[in-house]
C-alpha cells in the first residue's frame, strides 16, 4: 500500500498549480518531466507503483495522507484544474449538481425547460424531482432555479452548471 511518504519521495505535486513532476526517476520518465496523461473523459491520469490513479486523488493524498473515501469534486468544473483550491471531496450525488449543462438543454439554463410560451424550473434533491414552478420569463426562471439550487445545494450549487 503507497503511504504519502512514499509518494513524496518519488513525486512533487505543487498545490498552487496543480502540476506533478517525478523528483526520483521512474521507468522512462525523467526527474522534472509534468506526470500525466489525459484519458478518453477529459481527466488527467497517471501511474505510481504499477497502479494507475486520477491525478486528483493522488493530489487529495498528497496533501492530505489518505485517499478519500468520496469522489473528488473539481469546484470550477475544469476536469483538468489540479490545484488543490479547486478540489473538494463530494458525494456522487454532489459531484453531478457541479457538472455542465447537458448538451439537449435549449434554454441554456441549467433546471430550466421551455413548455409552450412559458418556462418550467424543476431540481432533484436526494433523488426526488422537485416541480419549483412555471414562469412567463426565461430570467424569472433562471433566477428562481439558481435561487432553489442555492437553497437546498450549499456548497455544492453552481450557476453555470447544472
Not at 32 to 61: C, L, N, T
Not at 102 to 112: E, I, M, W
Amino acid at each position: 500500500m503507497l503511504t504519502q511518504k512514499e509518494l513524496k519521495k518519488i513525486l512533487k505535486y505543487n498545490p498552487d498549480t496543480g502540476e506533478m513532476i517525478w523528483i526520483k526517476h521512474r521507468n522512462k520518465s525523467k526527474i522534472g518531466m509534468p506526470i500525466y496523461h489525459i484519458d478518453g473523459d477529459g481527466y488527467k491520469r497517471i501511474w505510481v507503483e504499477s497502479k494507475r490513479y486520477m491525478q486528483h486523488r493522488i493530489a487529495w493524498f498528497y496533501m492530505t495522507g489518505s485517499l478519500p473515501d468520496k469522489q473528488i469534486d473539481h469546484i470550477n468544473g475544469e476536469r483538468l484544474d489540479n490545484r488543490f483550491v479547486n478540489l473538494r471531496e463530494a458525494t456522487p450525488a454532489e459531484n453531478m449538481r457541479n457538472r455542465k449543462i447537458q448538451k439537449n438543454n435549449t434554454t441554456g439554463y441549467p433546471r430550466v425547460k421551455r413548455v409552450g410560451k412559458k418556462y418550467s424550473v424543476a431540481i432533484r434533491k436526494n433523488g426526488v424531482r422537485l416541480h419549483i414552478g412555471t414562469f412567463e420569463t426565461l430570467g424569472l426562471a433562471s433566477a428562481v432555479s439558481d435561487a432553489a439550487a442555492e437553497f437546498l445545494h450549499g456548497e455544492f450549487y453552481s450557476g453555470t452548471y447544472g
